[in-house]
């Protein structure tokens, strides 16, 4: 977003400031002196000096500023932060922050999960955060996670989430007019199934196969808006909304596409995206350019069926996908605009070992000539036999002893573990 200047207003004359929002923990060995209660909190960093940041100059960064409001049992996760970035707004520079607040050390049969929603007027120096959903989350009802947080041209704010409403699960949206003070909502915009299957090693879903890589947040929504930025010309406003749906059930997940012109209040879809086939989407982002012209897509793949054992080979792909746009707001047709590397899950990795591990996101931000795309990568991440049979006697034995990477791990096996995130800078491919 726009950097602030000494008296605190927000101009891109003034320069851009970069935030960067992260899970935070304490350090174990001084927790006599924590920070913070609780497991984990919410902190933001912010920096003027982009070149000084990319070099890896940590004084590039300002201090964190823990922003999470914890108590003793408080997990806070699940964030996304947004800067307001279009000058037409008048909230320009407002920074929103979203997450997820897991209460009660996730136990009970109603264990509390709040969305909540920080705002900063200062350039993320000081922050105030609201409840914007109910606390309930139980087998019935719960409440948004996975959220994404945007704003359009004229400074509404939108977080999305996926929640459950009387056993259903949705993809949902809340809305303020008033740069973040009132949210009305929650919208139910389209119902979704999780996909995957719970696996019988962690005790959650996965996608890829026994003691694969979790999929909690899969189905969540990821959003962009068309809000014209940097001064709001020529903003449609318009916003695409992609998840990956499992109501067709295992190997057969499906890549949905949304989008309204009306600030959500109705929506055109959700339609399926046609992938190459084999590809089952598992994450995905999309981005739309300011003006409203194109809409691409970055999406994490799996290659193969899931896989019953540990020893078949498995597959993981990242893709960009790319649509124009119609006058009317329509999406005229998405194709295939970079594929990379395919590579083995079962080479990524928790710190325990147990299963595989990609994190929970993909992203993707467009400009009016082009989009730049992050994804989960395993091409350079090699299989480890001996990893391969812990986890599957993981399934039977829980105390089955874990291996030793460092001797077990070796020679083709010795990359294990070297899981990366990858980017790609992409044209538009009809200017």
Known sequence: GPRPDAAGHFSWANGSRLYYANLTSNFPSVKQVAAFKGFEAIAVSHTDDLAGATAGHNNAWSAPVLVSKQSST??????????????????????????????????????????????SHDGGVTWTSRQVSPAANNGINSQPDGCTVRTDSRGNVYVFGIATRNGTSFETMYRSTDAGVHFTGPTLIASVVRPGKIDPVQGRPVMDGVAGARVDLAAAPSVDIANGAPTGAGATNQIVMTYVDGVAGLDHEQLKVAWSRNGGTTWTGPSSVTL????????????????????????????????????????????????????????????????????????????SLMSGFLGDYVYAAASRTGVVAVWNDVRDADDCPAVDAFRAARETDPAAARPSVATQCTGPSARFGNSDIRSAALADPTP
């Open 74 to 119: 408080t997990f806070s996760d699940k964030e996304q932060i947004w800067s307001d970035n279009a000058s037409s707004s008048p909230f320009f520079g407002t920074t929103y922050l979203c997450w997820a607040s897991f209460r009660s050390n996730s136990r009970g049969n109603a264990l509390p999960t709040p969305l909540i929603v920080s705002v």
């Open 276 to 351: 190459r086939p084999g590809d089952r989407p598992v994450y995905t982002a999309p981005a739309i350019s300011p003006n409203g012209t194109d809409a691409y897509v970055v999406v994490n793949a799996f290659t193969t069926p899931y896989r019953n054992n540990t020893t078949e080979q498995r597959g993981l792909v990242g893709e960009v996908l790319h649509s124009d746009i119609a006058a009317g707001g329509a999406l005229t047709g998405f194709a295939e605009l970079s594929r990379g590397a395919v590579g083995d899950p079962r080479g990524s990795s928790t710190n």
